[in-house]
């Protein structure tokens, strides 16, 4: 399967079991049951005489019967919630034995998906590449604190300097499920003089809890360096990675052991000691990740250098950004950071971090990070730490990125997210042009059964549904009591032009009909699931946010009430009184 078609088959829309049969995913055996035998009865074919009706219900019919089928037994049930219809579909299910468990049968199917992913990545490259440029910009602002300048020099000095560049790729070649080899290669400039190396490793996994890798790397006088890596409890793991490097002054050697241990659900605890060439030091730190907030302690004793480091993270996940600061402090100095990490799309993250340290001074490092490819642009700002510095290297990341993000990120998004909706709906087309029809077919099923539950409903004051519509809707002012729909009697039929006095597209559908079938004892709900797999409704507006409106009578007085596609609803529970009462 080439790349097309993997992306082609993450957008297309699969069945819903649970919304077809508008039941929860918890739903018990027993509510499963109910929900099949209510719809049965409005699509059983030998309920319907009609030729062209009798062939619309049997393929309805048919449909519910799968899903009651697959929901009511526990193994295939546990197969869709963990995988969906594709689980179902997977080459070798056939082997699993029905005496198995639902948790035994799901991990079975989950083996199965895991082994045709391995065979896609056999055919696959992981590239991972860190390209950075570090900038000195000292002289941008120093120049103008000169005292005296020379304006008859015909010497111009860019004051801003690219001092360090770096680049790095590395490249994964499956071999077969446990063997891979890994190609990775280092270019850099410092200082007008370059350096380079090539490394070669091969990892093979000995089991679900260990492995080792052997590299070989050339450079600055071949290397060589084993790693090995072993769970050693379930919370417990450990690494042991010693090396050797020949120079032209001998040879080196040196080694890195770590122990890790897991403290709690959210913290771990770390212990790492190096030794061996000019670095040797023994760190511990403890590490603390919520979906709020990440916090890190370290603590290091070493030569040349000793330190104490604290860093906190606070994760604003409904903006898809993070908040940083840090702090670090030691034999070298001292040094304070602060920055924010934001999400602007699907496979792109930007940060900005400005960083404030004793002897290094003020510096703003950038960062990009596209898929597997990491851009890293640190500035040096100053080699003092003066205010007027720390403010520009903070202010003006901010004032690029909102002008960036207007004129060019938010365009290309905008059209970005056209061109996928445009391609969900060309793959999801004849899936939609076939919904469709399923669900006129449905609703004209549903005639009978709507007017006896509306006339019941009427009858003893219950809930009865005035008008109802789904799709793309833009809610403008309260529906007055002379709204379109608003009375007893506003039966509607394809659909109103305007819902609380405002226009709407044409992507939206009645839904009245359907939504008074699923009415019982004068109640009405919807679970948390896209309505557009319920029985009678479909998708008009694929790709698009999409509402569910809905204007009802309950003891003869008059809702309203309005979610968007995926909340739940329960009326009367939720409404909103248009005005006290209606003479029935």
Same mark, same amino acid.
């Given at each position: ?162 001092? *360090? ?19 990775? %290669? ?14 070669? %490793? ?16 050339? /450079? ?37 052991? &770590? ?31 919520? *979906? ?127 061109? *996928? ?49 789904? %799709? ?10 002379? /709204? ?5 009697? %506003? ?5 109103? &032009? ?87």
């Amino acid at each position: 399967m080439d790349d097309d078609d993997y992306d082609e088959e993450s957008v297309i829309i699969e069945e819903d079991y649970y919304t077809l049969l508008n039941v929860s995913r918890t739903a018990t055996p027993e509510e499963i049951s109910n929900a099949y035998r209510r719809l049965s009865r409005l699509y059983h074919p030998d309920k319907h005489t009609d030729v062209s009706k009798k062939h619309d219900a049997e393929i309805l019919f048919n449909k519910t019967k799968k899903a009651h089928e697959i929901l009511s037994d526990e193994h295939k049930r546990a197969i869709y919630d963990s995988l969906g219809v594709k689980g179902l579909e997977t080459e070798g299910w056939e082997i699993v034995q029905r005496s198995k468990t639902p948790q035994e049968i799901r991990e079975e199917y989950e083996r199965l998906a895991r082994r045709r992913d391995e065979r896609r990545l056999q055919q696959r490259t992981n590239p991972k590449g860190v390209f950075t440029v570090s900038v000195n910009a000292t002289e941008l602002f120093s120049q103008y604190e000169d005292d005296y300048i020379d304006a008859y020099s015909p010497m111009v000095v860019w004051p801003i300097e690219v001092k *360090d560049l770096s680049i790095s790729q590395s490249i994964e070649a499956p071999l077969t499920l446990r063997d891979t080899l890994t190609l990775h %290669g280092n270019i850099s400039t410092l200082n007008h003089s370059g350096s380079g190396s090539f490394t070669v %490793g091969a990892k093979r996994l000995l089991s679900d809890t260990s492995w080792i890798e052997l590299d070989l790397s050339c /450079g600055n006088g071949p290397a060589i360096t084993f790693k090995a890596f072993r769970s050693l409890t379930k919370s417990i793991f450990g690494t042991f990675v010693p090396h050797l490097q020949f120079t032209n002054q001998g040879i080196s050697a040196g080694a890195e052991t &770590s122990l890790a241990m897991k403290v709690s659900d959210h913290t771990m605890g770390y212990v790492v000691w190096r030794a061996g060439g000019s670095n040797s030091s023994m760190s511990t730190s403890v590490a603390r990740d919520t *979906d709020r907030s990440h916090f890190g302690l370290t603590l290091q004793l070493g030569i040349p250098h000793s330190f104490a480091s604290l860093n906190y993270t606070h994760k604003l996940k409904e903006r898809e950004m993070k908040l940083k600061t840090s702090a670090k402090a030691g034999t070298f100095g001292a040094l304070f950071e602060y920055g924010v990490e934001k999400k602007v799309s699907e496979q792109s993250t930007i940060s900005a971090m400005v960083s404030v340290g004793v002897p290094t001074g003020v510096s703003l490092k950038l960062k990009l990070v596209r898929a597997s490819q990491t851009y890293f642009f640190p500035i040096h700002v100053c080699e003092e730490i003066v205010p007027s510095h720390v403010f520009y290297a903070t202010v003006t990341p901010l004032f690029v990125y909102v002008m960036v993000k207007r004129l060019v990120v938010d365009p290309m998004m905008a059209e970005q997210h056209k061109r *996928d909706k445009e391609r969900q709906r060309q793959v999801n087309k004849k899936r939609m042009a076939e919904r469709r029809r399923e669900a006129e077919a449905a609703v004209k099923l549903m005639a009978e059964t709507f007017s006896r539950i509306r006339s019941d409903e009427e009858q003893k004051r219950g809930l009865v549904v005035v008008k109802a519509i789904y %799709g793309r809707i833009v809610i403008g002012q309260e529906a007055g009591p002379g /709204g379109e729909g608003a009375g007893p009697s %506003g039966e509607g039929g394809a659909g109103p &032009s305007r819902v609380g006095g405002a226009e709407h597209s044409e992507e939206i559908i009645d839904v009245r009909i359907p939504l008074q079938c699923l009415v019982k004892n004068s109640k009405l709900v919807l679970h948390d699931t896209s309505k557009s797999q319920l029985p009678g409704f479909f998708d008009p507006c694929v790709g698009e946010d999409k509402s569910l409106f809905v204007q009802y009578l309950f003891h003869n007085h008059l809702h309203e009430v309005t979610v968007s596609d995926k909340d739940p609803l329960m009326i009367p529970k939720h409404c909103k009184p248009l005005f006290h009462s209606i003479v029935a």
